[in-house]
Structure formats: structure tokens, C-alpha cells
């Protein structure tokens, strides 16, 4: 059974780098594609972007100049990070497997950005 | 940008009714709509993508319908586990995705 589960500090200091990691069981990160969403009660759910069997990676485009995420195929985990962090980063991250819709996805961790 | 709009942002209703929530988009998305549940403080769940194909394990009381701009998921027979907010999302093309604001099916 496919199983994720996110991991990383649940505060980051405002302008800091926010970074968090996937774990997945139950599959090879190399057999599918993978995103990162967040969700906030204002915005909403936020598609951030995804990583291929491959490698190659595609972002929001509004995230794009700050985001990459990254795979570790010895731990089976990919990871996020988002430089230049400002409150409205404030949100659950959630990773998940992607089919250009999401399923199953971890359970979340709440990231809080402080000044 | 493509905008998807649910109806109605709440619903109330009982166990054992029936409901239906509408998703549109602004425009035409063909088929390439997928439907969320999410309770709080947990982490979506896939029910159904492709507007009508239902995901795996997903009780057949959840069914999907709509194609172009107008989009359906239905519940009948309401169960008590049912209850929750529920979202679309449009994927029509890679990195231009949306969604919903969100359905809360609550308990009358």
C-alpha cells in the first residue's frame, strides 16, 4: 500500500529557506511522478509543483523562481524547498502522487513563516 | 486562467439523502476534472478523476458526471463517514491547475 509522509521544521524565520522532505512506502519514487500542494484558508489548495521518474521537474509558475524539489532515490524520499520565505508561505504542505491529480497523498505539515 | 466555481458552498443534509454539488469552470476543460473529500485536519482524498472514473476503494455511492464547463458529483445514501468538504480540480494542462473553494457537507 502506497503510503507518504511529509517531514521538516514546522517554523521558518521570515526571507529563510523553507525545506521539507517526502517519504514514500509502498513504491519507488522512480516509478511515478510526485507533487508538492499546500493549502491555506484564505487561497486555498496550491499545486507547487512535481518531479519526474526522470528527474526533470515543472513549478507554478508564480513559484517558480523560488521553489525545487528534488529526489533521493537511496531514501525513496523527494524533497522541497522554497527560498525567500514570507508569511504568505504559511500553510499545510502536502505531498502526493501524481497523475496531474493527486492520490494518495501524506498527511500534511503545517509550516508556519515568522518574522 | 481557468476558474472552477462550486455550488453551493454549504449543503446540509441527512444521513440516507441523496446530494448532488455542482463544480464549473469558466471554460471548456473537457473531461479532465477530479473530485476531492477532505476532513478536517486531514489530507484530501482522491474519489474520482477523468469527471466519472472512480477511484479505487472509493465506496460506489460516489459518482461523477458533467464534461466541458459543467461538472456533478453525486452521494446517495448518505453515510455518517460522508460528511466533509469536498473540491474539484481542473487539469487540463501541466502547471495550470485549480480549484474549487470547497463544498461542506454538513449534517442536518
Known amino acids: 500500500q502506497l503510503q507518504l509522509q511529509e517531514s521538516g521544521p514546522g517554523l521558518v524565520k521570515s526571507s529563510e529557506t523553507l525545506s521539507l522532505t517526502c517519504t514514500v512506502s509502498?513504491?519507488?519514487?522512480?516509478?511515478?511522478?510526485w507533487s508538492w500542494i499546500r493549502q491555506t484558508p484564505g487561497k486555498g489548495l496550491e499545486w507547487i509543483g512535481r518531479?519526474?521518474?526522470?528527474?526533470?521537474?515543472n513549478y507554478h509558475p508564480s513559484l517558480k523562481s523560488r521553489v525545487t524539489i528534488s529526489v533521493d532515490r537511496s531514501k525513496n524520499q523527494f524533497s522541497l524547498r522554497l527560498t525567500t520565505a514570507t508569511a504568505a508561505d504559511t500553510a499545510v504542505y502536502y505531498c502526493?502522487?501524481?497523475?496531474?491529480?493527486?492520490?494518495?497523498w501524506g498527511q500534511g505539515v503545517l509550516v508556519t513563516v515568522s518574522s | 486562467d481557468i476558474q472552477m466555481t462550486q455550488s453551493p458552498s454549504t449543503l446540509s443534509a441527512s444521513v440516507g439523502d441523496s446530494v448532488t454539488i455542482t463544480c464549473r469552470a469558466s471554460?471548456?476543460?473537457?473531461?479532465?476534472l477530479a473530485w476531492y473529500q477532505q476532513k478536517p485536519g486531514k489530507a484530501p482524498k482522491l474519489l474520482i478523476y477523468?469527471?466519472?472514473d472512480l477511484e479505487s476503494g472509493v465506496p460506489s455511492r460516489f459518482s461523477g458526471s458533467g464534461s466541458e464547463t459543467e461538472f456533478r458529483l453525486n452521494i446517495s445514501s448518505l453515510q455518517p463517514d460522508d460528511f466533509a468538504t469536498y473540491f474539484c480540480?481542473?487539469?487540463?494542462?501541466?502547471?495550470?491547475?485549480?480549484f474549487g473553494q470547497g463544498t461542506k457537507l454538513e449534517i442536518k
Open positions: 509502498g513504491a519507488s519514487v522512480s516509478d511515478y511522478y
Open positions: 518531479i519526474y521518474p526522470s528527474g526533470n521537474t
Open positions: 477523468r469527471a466519472s
Open positions: 502526493a502522487r501524481d497523475y496531474d491529480f493527486w492520490g494518495p
Open positions: 480540480q481542473q487539469y487540463t494542462s501541466h502547471s495550470q491547475y485549480s
Open positions: 471554460q471548456s476543460i473537457s473531461t479532465w
